[in-house]
């Protein structure tokens, strides 16, 4: 009971420093899941200023890595935005931040799901070869058995790749 009164108390804490909802908090966790790496790194970077900046601010400093946590990702979150609205009314400074971090925002790591299905399917694909298939007819097979459609060339760069080390 002891323990559930704490965190009671360290929310209420939370919530009256930070002035951020409950439901705002889960809004900027789903928000932050959503980002690159790039954008994490940039929000890590950030929390370093907020730590400090809260660190004199607040008495209980058992929350203040919390608190700064979630300000650095309510400073991007504002960031974006800013950046969606339509009438965008920054300076200069807060231009050039904010296209950095739209840059940042948009470099995805693609996810190569063909390749990832082929290497799934490698089995199939070196008992083939070892049977004197052709590329191509390793492509039709993977076609017809297991519907999935990929070139034969494109098996040729990953046999390369798997199979010799290059």
């Known amino acids: 009971m002891a323990n ?5 108390i360290l929310e209420e804490s939370f919530v009256s420093i930070t002035k951020l909802s409950l439901a705002t908090v889960l809004q900027l966790d789903k928000w932050y899941a959503r980002q690159n790496h790039l954008v994490k790194i940039d929000i890590f970077k950030e929390q370093k200023n907020q730590f ?8 209980d400093q058992e929350i203040v890595p919390l608190v700064a946590f979630y300000m650095a ?6 960031l974006e935005s ?4 339509k009438n965008k009314s920054l300076s200069l400074k807060e231009l050039e931040k904010s296209s950095d971090f739209s840059v940042k925002q948009f470099k995805k790591v693609k996810a190569k799901v063909k390749r990832e299905k082929l290497l799934n399917l490698w089995s199939v694909v070196i008992k083939l070869k070892n049977q004197d298939f052709s590329f191509r007819e390793i492509s039709k097979y993977l076609k017809y058995k297991h ?20």
Do not use: P
Not at 73 to 78: P, Q, R, S, V
Not at 147 to 166: L, M, P, Q
């Open 147 to 166: 519907r999935f459609e990929v070139s034969h060339t494109y098996i040729a760069h990953v046999w390369k790749e798997v199979e010799n080390g290059n």
């Open 52 to 59: 400090f900046k809260y660190a004199k601010l607040v008495e």
């Open 73 to 78: 990702i309510k400073h991007y979150y504002d």
């Open 4 to 8: 559930s009164n704490n965190i009671d």
């Open 82 to 85: 800013r950046l969606k609205k």
